[in-house]
């Protein structure tokens, strides 16, 4: 599948799941984070090339009221937001209630319950 069709599945999941709950988690290296939020809306934006080479050149934002869950007490989401880099997108599944992400950084789980 083309990286283009891949986002657009993407997008179209992530809208559907417009209103629910999410449970978001997110493998880079030996870094596991989990995210838990309502999603009020999701936006696509692609940057020019960086300097740095770590900005991502495609991101998903999602965003609504979210936590931040690690060991100690749950964080608030910084802005209302979560970012998932879709830069070297390699591959996507998807069923009714989950979404999986892969690409040359990271790999992302994200869970849809409707309630």
Do not use: C
Request: hydrophobic share 35%; glycine share 4%.
């Amino acid at each position: 599948m083309e990286t283009t069709e891949m986002v657009s599945r993407i997008q179209e999941t992530l809208n559907d799941w417009v209103g629910g709950h999410l449970i978001i988690q997110k493998q880079e290296n030996e870094d596991l984070d989990k995210v838990i939020m309502v999603l009020d809306r999701i936006s696509l934006f692609h940057r020019e090339e960086t300097i740095d080479n770590y900005t991502p050149s495609s991101l998903l934002q999602l965003e609504g009221k979210g936590k931040i869950i690690s060991e100690k007490n749950p964080v608030s989401l910084p802005d209302a937001n979560y970012e998932v880099q879709l830069e070297d997108l390699k591959e996507i599944d998807r069923s009714a209630n989950e979404l999986k992400i892969t690409t040359e950084r990271a790999h992302y789980v994200i869970t849809y319950n409707s309630n």
